[in-house]
């Protein structure tokens, strides 16, 4: 699903450039569950926003999909998210003054798909993540792991191929950070391939496989006991 | 990208932000309404003070005055009166007159009119049917004086609107007599003017009037029209006729108390120039407010998408394409302007109808309003200005990077 070699990317501020990713080769395939590991300023953040085409590179190669993802235009990148992948982030990124139901729509509304339409497939994705209730409040009424399984549909209603999570946990407690673990991995079950950012180990142990992002580059990977469990 | 869906996006994101929506709107709408009211009202007073000229705009008016200089002998402080033969030099001399024509004014007073027992004092004008062409008037029934009825002394009369409403009532005045001064005078037409003080009077031939009120062939005023003459040309062919009555009447041209002269057409164009220019500086004035509204719209639109940064990334990151973003944009500008400038074009409007039929018509302000093409014009003007205003917020939400407006504070 993905594939990336001899990737290199820098951040230039003013006449300083930041050496980020300093050739990452990774495969990840389809179907798998990958977190990705590292301290604060190991590149795992620059890393996802690569593969979520949120961000271009600078050398190397890299494949989604079976297609090559390079120098895209902005409309084509958007195609691709779109098409895709799916996004779920630390501080959930839900539009404020929209209620759950149009939040978990607006990913159809880019695919063109018709308001009646859009609303009754996310009534399902809502109903999937057991917040069918709450489908018309608005996100400030709703508590961090409410919040995070509407970000979590939002992220699946488009049918994407791969969900990329950043730090998905950062923001909730402990009980609910393993609740959204278990929706992560009940939703890799049906196919998708799950990339799950994070620093917090235990987090990282819920998924098959751990890669270790230190300065740049990949340090280690190790499949997780969960794995063989499955294997 | 003009689908029902894109409406329901922005009317959904601007009925969620009411007061934002609402003074983005107020500072376009109040650009409109100052605008409309601004060209109406200069309309008002251009419509008024032109209405004075309800008069044939190129006729020319002499009369005589009071010698003020010694010229060859003779002592200042003699009466100048042209008569008949004065007509006649100035017909002879002077191809380009049209519609030349005396005038004697037998004002109210000592004339009184009655027909059978209804009286009034209006004022008598003895003329020349080519005076009916100068004083610009409409026939409203019959006919008007014609040279027959001059050639042969006829006593008939054309009268007045107002003539005709309070001597006749209802009656059809046509073919009856109204007695001027005890004198009958058949009335053979009456007629309207834009004027309506000078409906009130009654025209009969000169030539009868220098047989009865005023036996002679004195007349106090001369009267004619210039055709097509320019400004310029119309005051040579003023000065050479005023060259030509000094010479026969002998006084020295330079006197400017010896006899006066009205060139309308003059006084006309000065005017014209003077409200198109006052329009001109009203239109801009009115432009320029409604620019400020639209810069109004263009900041909060600036100040909408800075807040929105977040949200704009967030619709990138799942799949809004920069087109989508500069749509969203532009189309909530374009609406608010659109909207707003409508409703400021009503009350413009509508606020210059209630002036207009509440507020009598003076000489000065009449019938306020605006052009049906220029209120058209600044419909679209304002939404043109709508997509203008909303083109730079637009590209700079379209420029938000997902990983900049998304990376978590």
Not at chain 1, 160 to 182: C, F, H, N, W
Not at chain 2, 167 to 188: A, H, Q, R, S
Not at chain 2, 246 to 255: I, L, P
Not at chain 2, 273 to 286: D, K, P, Q
Request: aromatic share 8%.
């Amino acid at each position: 699903m993905v594939e990336i070699s001899g990737l290199h990317k820098s951040y230039i501020t003013g006449t300083n450039s930041l050496h980020v990713l300093k050739g990452i080769d990774l495969t990840i395939e389809a179907g798998e569950m990958v977190s990705i590991m590292g301290s604060s300023g190991s590149g795992k953040s620059t890393l996802l926003n690569v593969i979520g085409i949120l961000d271009g590179y600078d050398k190397g190669e890299y494949n989604l999909n079976g297609k090559v993802i390079r120098d895209l235009s902005e409309k084509q990148a958007a195609w691709y998210r779109n098409q895709m992948i799916g996004f779920v982030f630390q501080s959930f990124n839900l539009i404020s003054f929209k209620n759950a139901l149009e939040n978990v729509a607006l990913p159809l509304y880019y695919q063109k798909i018709p308001r009646r339409k859009r609303n009754k497939i996310a009534a399902e994705y809502l109903e999937k993540v057991g917040l069918l209730d709450w489908a018309t409040h608005l996100p400030s009424e709703l508590s961090g792991g409410q919040k995070q399984r509407i970000a979590i549909a939002r992220a699946l209603i488009s049918n994407p191929k791969v969900i990329l999570a950043d730090e998905p946990t950062g923001a909730l407690d402990t009980q609910t950070s393993y609740e959204v673990m278990e929706l992560f991995k009940e939703i890799n079950d049906s196919g998708i391939t799950m990339i799950i950012v994070t620093h917090e180990k235990d987090i990282s142990e819920r998924t098959k496989r751990i890669i270790h992002l230190k300065d740049g580059f990949i340090e280690k990977e190790y499949k997780t006991k969960l794995s063989l469990n499955y294997a | 990208m003009l689908d029902l869906g894109v409406w329901q996006e922005i009317f959904s994101t601007m009925g969620k932000n009411k007061l934002r929506t609402f003074l983005t709107s107020f500072s376009v709408f109040w650009g409109i309404f100052i605008l409309m009211i601004l060209l109406g009202s200069g309309n008002g007073l251009k419509k008024g003070v032109m209405h004075n000229f309800s008069d044939a705009t190129n006729s020319v008016w002499m009369w005589g005055g009071m010698t003020s200089m010694a010229h060859e002998g003779l002592n200042s402080g003699r009466a100048i009166e042209f008569k008949n033969d004065d007509l006649e030099i100035l017909d002879r001399g002077f191809d380009e007159l049209e519609n030349l024509s005396g005038r004697i004014g037998l004002w109210g007073g000592e004339y009184h009119t009655n027909y059978k027992n209804e009286y009034g004092d209006f004022g008598i004008q003895a003329i020349m049917p080519g005076h009916q062409v100068t004083e610009n008037i409409k026939p409203m029934s019959g006919r008007l004086l014609n040279q027959l009825d001059m050639d042969k002394f006829r006593k008939v009369t054309v009268i007045g609107r107002i003539v005709q409403e309070r001597l006749f009532k209802n009656e059809d005045p046509i073919g009856k007599y109204v007695n001027i001064n005890g004198m009958p005078f058949l009335v053979v037409g009456v007629f309207d003017d834009v004027h309506e003080g000078e409906t009130e009077r009654l025209y009969i031939p000169l030539t009868v009037a220098q047989k009865t009120f005023r036996p002679g062939t004195a007349v106090n005023t001369i009267t004619f029209t210039t055709g097509n003459a320019t400004v310029a040309e119309s005051e040579v062919l003023i000065e050479e006729i005023k060259q030509k009555l000094a010479k026969k009447h002998g006084f020295n041209v330079e006197d400017q108390s010896a006899m006066g002269a009205w060139n309308a057409l003059k006084e006309y164009k000065q005017m014209l120039s003077l409200f198109n220019g006052i329009n001109i500086f009203v239109g801009i004035i009115g432009i320029f407010t409604l620019i400020a509204g639209l810069v109004g719209v263009s900041n909060i639109m600036l100040i909408v998408v800075k807040e929105r940064t977040k949200e704009i990334g967030i619709r990138k990151a799942i799949g809004a394409t920069p087109g989508s973003i500069i749509g969203l944009v532009i189309l909530e500008s374009l609406v608010i302007t659109a909207v707003a400038g409508y409703l400021g074009l009503l009350c413009g409007i509508g606020l210059l109808e209630f002036i207009a039929s509440k507020m009598p018509a003076s000489d000065f302000f009449r019938n306020p309003g605006v052009d049906f093409r220029v209120a058209i014009g600044a419909a679209l003007m304002v939404v043109l200005a709508g997509v203008i205003a909303g083109f730079v917020p637009a590209r700079r939400a379209a420029k938000i990077k997902p990983i900049i407006a998304l990376r978590d504070e």
